[in-house]
Every structure is written in structure tokens, then in C-alpha cells.
T-cell receptor, first 110, second 115 residues
Framework: RKEVEQDPGPFNVPEGATVAFNCTYS??????FFWYRQDCRKEPKLLMS???SGNEDGRFTAQLNRASQYISLLIRDSKLSDSATYLC???????????FGAGTRLFVKA | DTEVTQTPKHLVMGMTNKKSLKCEQH?????MYWYKQKAKKPPELMFV???????INESVPSRFSPECPNSSLLNLHLHALQPEDSALYLC??????????????FGPGTRLTVT
């Protein structure tokens, strides 16, 4: 089993749709969680950190469920510019180890 | 300014060549990382430096040799690479690893082709 697993893609949604991605992690020692987006042939860019209480940034909402060991990302009112690969990232405090999920591809269509 | 720079952007090298990739950040970050990313795959961690000391080597072959001359610079020396080493090499930096949250900021990467 992979340490970090994400929903298989691709997700094809119309503009204005709400889309949710899930990510599960296997190591209960995981401490920090992030969502990155990566455009084709570009570097990953931080979208948001995921806090225990959940957090929101405009159209994006991230949630963490430590008991079930998953994190989620909700995108509301999808834009064409949201088309990208969304990467779930898990880090271990003090261990310096960072693991990326395989990524979920999102296509937003007009 | 959350900028990490990498040079060169593209590199083509033969299997007998020696080359170096360079990474620089001026955000005062004390942790720096090298990742390798193959097409349609996520980044894979190679090395982590914390306070200019190597903290993690993810069993990377010795033909890859990292170096951290100071807190702002990170190099990756390449020697006797194989064609399967062709990939995008990404550098990242973050604040002190002892912080609870240490978001990593990535450079644009060096696209390496080994012929």
C-alpha cells in the first residue's frame, strides 16, 4: 500500500462546478499536510496547508481527519484556470520526510 | 518574495560528462531539498539539507552528489549518469524543519536529458 494515496483522475467538470478530492495516508506519525497544484511542465506550487480545524481560502477548503487518516480539498465555482494536477503532500515532523501523492488531474471545461 | 531559482533550465549531457545543477533561495530558509520528477509521476525526494548539513539521503545512487556551500545555495553534482536519470530535477526550500508547518517552495526545475 502506498504511503499517500489520492483519488484516481482525471476529473472532468464544467465551469462553476464543485469538485472534491480525497487523500489518505498510512503513517499515523504524519504531522503536516499540504495541497499543491502543478501545471503541465511547471513546478508544484503551494495551494494551502491543511490545519486540524480545517481551513478555507476563497473558493478552496481543506479538511483533515486524523482519526480516519485522510485529507480533502474542495473547490467551489470551478474556473478554467483551476485545470491542473492537485498533489496531496504529507510530512513527518522532525523526520524531514516528505511524500507526495500521485496527484489528481482536474480538467475544467467551458 | 517566495522565489527559488534554478540553473540551468535545460541540460543535455552524455553518460561520461560531469555537470552540476544549482539552486538558490534568499528567503532565509534553513532547509533545502532535491527532488526528481519523471513524466506523469509525482516528485520523489532525493536529499534534504538542514542548516547546511545533509539530513536525508533517500538511497540515491552515488552518481548524484549534493552539496550545500551555504544557507542560500544548493548544488547537485552529476557524474556518469544513465539515460533513465533523465527527468525534471526540482529544488525546494522551507523554514527551519523544527517548525510545525514548513511549507516548501519550489524552483522551476532543471529538465535533464542524458544521452
Amino acid at each position: 500500500r502506498k504511503e499517500v494515496e489520492q483519488d484516481p483522475g482525471p476529473f472532468n467538470v464544467p465551469e462553476g462546478a464543485t469538485v472534491a478530492f480525497n487523500c489518505t495516508y498510512s503513517n499515523s506519525a504524519s504531522q503536516s499536510f499540504f495541497w499543491y497544484r502543478q501545471d503541465c511542465r511547471k513546478e508544484p506550487k503551494l495551494l494551502m496547508s491543511v490545519y486540524s480545524s480545517g481551513n478555507e481560502d476563497g473558493r478552496f477548503t481543506a479538511q483533515l481527519n486524523r482519526a480516519s487518516q485522510y485529507i480533502s480539498l474542495l473547490i467551489r465555482d470551478s474556473k478554467l484556470s483551476d485545470s491542473a494536477t492537485y498533489l496531496c503532500v504529507v510530512s513527518y515532523t522532525g523526520g524531514f520526510k516528505t511524500i507526495f501523492g500521485a496527484g489528481t488531474r482536474l480538467f475544467v471545461k467551458a | 518574495d517566495t522565489e527559488v531559482t534554478q540553473t540551468p533550465k535545460h541540460l543535455v549531457m552524455g553518460m561520461t560528462n560531469k555537470k552540476s545543477l544549482k539552486c538558490e533561495q534568499h528567503m532565509g530558509h534553513r532547509a533545502m531539498y532535491w527532488y526528481k520528477q519523471k513524466a506523469k509521476k509525482p516528485p520523489e525526494l532525493m536529499f534534504v539539507y538542514s542548516y547546511e548539513k545533509l539530513s536525508i539521503n533517500e538511497s540515491v545512487p552515488s552518481r548524484f552528489s549534493p552539496e550545500c556551500p551555504n544557507s542560500s545555495l544548493l548544488n547537485l553534482h552529476l557524474h556518469a549518469l544513465q539515460p533513465e536519470d533523465s527527468a525534471l530535477y526540482l529544488c525546494a526550500s522551507s523554514q527551519d524543519l523544527r517548525s510545525v508547518f514548513y511549507e516548501q517552495y519550489f524552483g522551476p526545475g532543471t529538465r535533464l536529458t542524458v544521452t
